[in-house]
């Protein structure tokens, strides 16, 4: 047994150095109570290897150098002594700290022991439990347990992928508590305490089912999207994998917790028509916030709220709400200054929609694209002769005015497209024509680069004769642009006014009628029977 302590103290000190480096040899035959425990074990040792020969001594080392093999170690306890458990996690923590996982495991299943004799089971039952619920999925191979102890952000710490699995766990049966963060293992120590025997097994359970999804669709999907042997390809129609890449690359899993759940609710479905719903409305969230200045803060908080209440409970708190910032008119002001990461996430989904169905060649998409300025950032050389076109107004591209309405411009979304690799800094920072037929060999411009149909578009407008680009033609993309956005993350303030509508339907009195159901009412059939309609003409009366 190797016993890890946090400063070696003087005595354990004298007895590794003892004949070693000058240092005196120790008579372990002078040995006596009053030198100390560490003195007397050393004493015990001793005593019991002077009679081994030779040989013995050589076959005992061995073995406690075999990669192969364990020593087992006896602790004995009297009646009096405190658990083993707490013993055992105090060997543990004085050097060495167990991890959360760790402890929480060994919580749940000492608590399975104590109670086992009372739900007429054996130790051995819970040892069967143990190897099929716990070890089978999270250490069966190496590769498992590596999975499992990779870390990853949590709040402002690091925890392995073991501890955010039961992280995700409690959030789900037991609701967000106080400094879950921080101390995940006394929220389980505190509410197994009381649980009888049957619970702890259903928690096991439900550990076991929840981790299976964990690593099924999210570990595994992570790795997939890691893996640049074999690329990962996703679809715009595969609604589970769209959310998860989202997710992931804007560094969001507060919401884990609730797609585990609804993926368990139906079994693993994936296709199952409410799941599909449920996580449009979360993806569409998602990437509103990601839009708007609010941060994610509240996004365990959020994640608690639906878990309780449902996925509607967002449509009521934040898309239908004004105060969240979070409707049509305030996503059209939002793509007038797009960070790059979630332009690329926006361009990438929009040009994956375009490519839906079977109809297109090719309608997957590997998540490895180049986001490119149309207008340069480093715009002063070469197209200083471009005029600043603004609010039907035109400014000089060295006053002021002018330079800072152009620089505002380029970062709105509508400058902007994905390209498959990196133009050449010549290419990328020179004239209009310049980016669209490149300026030699080795340095290709948009023109090489119309796989794309985003790209494509650009291109055709060049060669159709419209060889302008300025701040019309971003301000007129943009809008465009939005358009696609608010379609393919809508607010779903329609369902919402439909809602209200039917819950309202049987009321007599004018006065009460929800003022939604009366607003409802002003669109033709026409209109009630198209979204994309029905949302413009929404935004219209808002407005």
């Not at 959310?243 to 759940?261: A, N, R």
């Not at 967002?314 to 007038?336: C, E, G, K, Q, W």
């Not at 800072?404 to 380029?410: L, Y």
Request: include cysteine; proline fraction near 2%.
């Amino acid at each position: 047994m190797q016993l890890f302590v946090k400063k070696p103290c003087k005595k354990h000190t004298k007895i590794v150095k003892a004949g070693l480096l000058n240092e005196d040899c120790l008579n372990y035959e002078e040995i006596h109570d009053g030198l100390g425990v560490i003195f007397n074990c050393y004493k015990y040792f001793r005593e019991q290897l002077k009679n081994k020969s030779v040989e013995e001594l050589n076959n005992l080392h061995n073995s406690m150098f075999n990669d192969t093999k364990r020593i087992l170690v006896l602790i004995t306890l009297d009646h009096d002594d405190v658990n083993e458990q707490t013993i055992f996690d105090t060997i543990n923590r004085a050097g060495v700290r167990l991890s959360a996982a760790d402890i929480i495991k060994n919580n749940i299943f000492k608590n399975c022991l104590d109670k086992c004799e009372s739900a007429g089971l054996t130790r051995d039952d819970v040892c069967n439990i143990y190897d099929d619920k716990w070890a089978d999925l999270f250490y069966k191979l190496p590769e498992d347990s590596n999975i499992w102890d990779e870390k990853r952000p949590f709040g402002n710490v690091q925890r392995t992928n073991l501890e955010f699995l039961l992280y995700c766990v409690a959030c789900i049966r037991w609701g967000k508590q106080k400094d879950i963060f921080s101390g995940l293992e006394k929220v389980y120590s505190d509410t197994i305490e009381d649980f009888d025997y049957y619970t702890l097994e259903d928690l096991i359970e439900d550990i076991h089912e929840y981790g299976k999804l964990y690593k099924k669709f999210i570990l595994d999907f992570k790795s997939d999207l890691d893996d640049e042997e074999n690329p990962k390809y996703i679809k715009y129609d595969n609604g589970i994998e769209r959310l998860l890449l989202i997710l992931d690359k804007f560094g969001v899993q507060m919401f884990y917790p609730y797609i585990l759940m609804r993926i368990k609710d139906v079994n693993g479905d994936i296709k199952d028509k409410d799941l599909i719903r449920d996580l449009k409305i979360l993806e569409s969230f998602v990437v509103r916030r990601r839009l708007s200045p609010q941060g994610v803060s509240d996004y365990a908080t959020k994640c608690d709220m639906i878990i309780r209440n449902g996925i509607d409970q967002l449509i009521n708190s934040d898309f239908v709400n004004a105060d969240s910032a979070l409707r049509d008119i305030d996503i059209r002001n939002y793509l007038l200054k797009v960070k790059p990461d979630t332009a690329k996430m926006l361009l990438f989904f929009i040009e994956l929609y375009e490519r839906r169905g079977a109809i297109h060649e090719v309608n997957a998409l590997e998540y490895k694209f180049t986001l490119e300025h149309i207008m340069p950032k480093k715009w002063t050389t070469h197209w200083g002769s471009v005029t600043v076109h603004y609010d039907s107004k035109e400014y000089l591209t060295n006053s002021e005015e002018g330079r800072n309405i152009r620089n505002e411009q380029i970062q709105s979304l509508g400058n902007m497209t994905l390209l498959t690799s990196n133009l050449n800094s010549s290419v990328k920072n020179g004239t209009f024509e310049i980016k669209i037929n490149g300026c030699g060999p080795g340095k290709p411009g948009y023109n090489k680069f119309t796989s794309l149909y985003l790209t494509k578009a650009i291109v055709d407008q060049y060669n159709y004769g419209d060889k302008i680009w300025d701040e019309r033609k971003i301000q007129q993309r943009t809008k465009e642009l939005c358009e696609k956005i608010i379609h393919l993350w809508p607010s779903f303030y329609d369902q919402q006014i439909v809602t209200n509508n039917e819950s309202n339907a049987g009321n007599s009195d004018p006065d009460t009628v929800d003022s939604n159901s009366l607003f409802i009412n002003k669109f033709t059939a026409e209109v009630l029977g198209d979204p994309i309609k029905l949302l413009r003409e929404m935004e219209k009366k808002s407005s």
